[in-house]
């Protein structure tokens, strides 16, 4: 597999949380299909000049998820089930929640914001129907 | 459960009324990478000195793979110290040779991946190599031990940017396979990329051991603006999850421990005009930690 990650260790979210969002926004773009086999964590881990136990716990959250399949001795792949389609609308959702909570951390009103999504849906959303 | 391969509890070394290091106590799991931090004087080398064996501790114990330290430790277990320890006269393959004839685990053919690695010639005598070459052969040697204990005193002092980022796939490729490794840097980015836990001293004692990411999650700044002067913060300001706040005017910063989202709220019910939370990474919080008044 070709290296499609890019971590940030001198950042202040933590690696793993990093890896995690990008390995379910490779799977939501198509990048990494279900089935698909993930390098392992020692080969992850040297790819990107990480610890070995930040990669683990992120393959073992993505199990938990329901996002990969991990089987001893056979190693981890992307999941085919539909739990793998909802974690990876989490990427969608958090992103999205960052979005509100910065319009009122600003001091928006509800009704401001609500403004300001609703906007913001029709440009994208026109944009792709032309 | 199997003990950690590096286990250091109440470790404490006085010179006199001085002292050096002063109740450490953190463990090193199988497969674990934990850099220690400290500014300069903090503790740090007397406690590697410690863990081999060079001085003596007046208290504490220090047990690698479960077994207090002794000669037949050093079969699994490698040290580089800062300064390079090498044989003026000898070459880098009499080294080599000497290291072969000495631990039963040495794999030739690692010493030459290892020396290409780190673009070292193998006739070159070890006088005649400068500083960051010296650092490269001592880790040549200490990572063709195939050693299941690595410490690491400033591993990449005097290598240039390529070759430290070798020594960090180095320290990475031994922990994934088993082994644990632990190393000062003054360089905390490296302890960021490479480590999964770190150790932070200051004046001999250990201010921060943790899991990097832990700390990252629950360490943040939250920052607020009020219309007016920030307002009574009540018992808030007592709460031990916070570790500082700081007030100018409409400011308000406070500095998290933990639960990072549960004081946000608290801060929230305040009615602050804007607030948000600011991520802070290794460095800032270190910086924190040595700084700070508290202990």
Redesign the interface.
């Given at each position: 597999m070709p290296t499609i990650f890019t971590v940030d260790?001198?950042?202040?979210?933590?690696?793993?949380?990093q890896l995690t969002e990008q390995i379910k926004r490779a799977i939501a773009l198509g990048t990494l299909v279900p089935g698909e086999q993930l390098p392992t964590?020692?080969a992850l881990?040297?790819e990107l000049?990480?610890?070995?136990?930040?990669v683990a716990?992120v393959y073992r959250e993505l199990e938990r998820d329901g996002v990969i399949d991990t089987s001893p001795g056979r190693g981890s792949f992307v999941s085919a089930g539909p739990e793998a389609r909802r974690a990876v609308a989490d990427v969608a959702r958090s992103a999205f929640e960052g979005a509100v909570r910065?319009a009122k951390?600003?001091?928006l009103s509800r009704e401001e914001t609500h403004e300001l999504m609703m906007r913001t849906i029709a440009r994208w959303y026109e944009m792709e129907n032309k | 459960m199997t003990a950690p391969l590096i286990a250091l509890n109440g470790l404490t070394k006085r010179y006199g009324s001085f002292t050096a290091v002063d109740g450490v106590t953190f463990d090193v799991p199988e497969g674990s990478i934990c850099g220690l931090l400290g500014p300069n004087g903090a503790g740090k080398t007397t406690t590697f000195k410690c863990m081999l064996g060079f001085v003596k501790p007046s208290a504490g114990t220090i047990a690698i793979a479960g077994a207090p330290v002794t000669p037949a430790t050093f079969e699994s277990l490698a040290y580089v110290p800062e300064r390079a320890s090498l044989y003026d006269n000898l070459t880098i393959a009499d080294h080599l040779a000497l290291y072969r004839r000495s631990y039963k685990h040495f794999d030739a053919a690692r010493a030459d991946e290892l020396l290409a690695l780190f673009s070292l010639e193998a006739k070159q005598k070890a006088r005649h190599l400068s500083k960051g070459m010296r650092t490269a052969a001592a880790l040549v040697l200490a990572f063709s031990m195939r050693p299941r204990v690595l410490i690491l005193d400033e591993p990449s002092s005097g290598l240039d940017p390529i070759h430290q980022r070798h020594v960090l796939d180095l320290m990475i490729e031994a922990a994934a396979n088993g082994a644990a490794v632990l190393f000062s840097s003054h360089q905390v980015g490296q302890v960021e990329r490479a480590a999964d836990s770190v150790a932070i001293m200051k004046r001999g004692k250990l201010i921060v051991s943790s899991v990097i990411d832990d700390l990252k999650s629950g360490e943040k700044i939250i920052e607020a603006v009020f219309a007016g002067p920030v307002p009574d913060l009540g018992d808030l300001a007592r709460d031990p999850r916070i570790l500082r706040t700081e007030q100018t005017g409409s400011l308000l910063r406070v500095v998290t421990r933990d639960e990072n989202d549960a004081i946000a709220q608290r801060i929230f019910t305040l009615h602050p005009k804007s607030i948000r939370t600011i991520d802070l990474n290794l460095e800032e919080i270190f910086m924190n930690a040595v700084s700070g008044d508290q202990q």
């Open positions: 260790p001198r950042s202040g979210v933590p690696l793993y949380l964590v020692k881990a040297l000049t990480v610890n070995p136990n930040t716990r910065e951390s600003l001091g | -």
